[in-house]
């Protein structure tokens, strides 16, 4: 047996996805729960969803899903964040590949808010904790809550993100914005959806994964391989065909 397929032998067990019906039946995203734990089963499974959106164009941006991700950890990286809020910046977007039909690009051009950010952090839950999770689950929710409180910043979204904030609820009312400032993970929130805005250069220089491995290796709750084979894993799937 293979060090990769030994791996795959000790990895945590299958993701639960107990809001699957759900979220298809509020949004018509097609997501079979077996669909879930095909992609989301292990840390293998997970990074290869991730390289999913290397071939998907961030409609409507001058980057891929893939590279979107990666500047966006790069400039959490960049910002001396914590390992968590690097890997929540890496994978904060991780619920729209999960989705069945991503060919159709963005689903806020067919009117959809496909609750990625639900999705996402629903799924990496068996993998990381609340201070990933959260930041992610948070992220849509801090663009309502800047939105509403720093002056300018809406002007400043791009088209796809005020397509989707008003779809996502536009503008929070007062108890909304208080509400969300006692989030136990508001301000890590904050911070993601600022690198998550400015994460769409056409012309940034591109990143590697490999840098950003480590972050996630040290974030996992319950590591069941070294850095070192995770990053044999990622290699493997990397060369493998899609
Ligand atoms: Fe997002
Ligand atoms: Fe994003």
Partial sequence: MSTVDSLRCHQPAMFRCDHDVVVNASNGVSLSPGSVRRTFGSVRALLSCLRRGRSLRYSGEPVTQWEHSLQTAALALQAGASVHLVTAALLHDIGHLVAADTAMG????????????????????????????????????????????????????????????????????????????????????????????????????????????????????????????????????????T
Avoid at 155 to 180: C, I, K, Y
């Fill in 106 to 241: 963005t689903p806020t051009l067919q009117g959809i808010d496909d609750r990625h950010e639900q999705r996402g952090a629903h799924l990496l839950g068996e993998l990381f904790g609340e201070a990933v999770t959260a930041p992610i689950r948070l992220h849509v929710v801090a663009k309502r809550f800047l939105v509403t409180t720093a002056p300018g910043y809406g002007d400043r979204l791009s088209e796809d993100s005020r397509r989707s904030l008003a779809l996502q609820g536009g503008p929070m009312n007062p108890t909304e914005v208080d509400a969300f400032r006692k989030q136990r993970h508001a301000e890590d929130a904050l911070r993601l959806r600022c690198w998550d805005d400015i994460a769409k250069d056409g012309s940034a220089p591109p990143q590697r994964v490999e840098r950003f491995l480590p972050a996630l290796h040290a974030a996992l709750r319950d590591p069941v391989m070294s850095c070192d084979d995770l990053m044999t894993v990622w290699r493997s799937i990397e060369t493998t065909p």
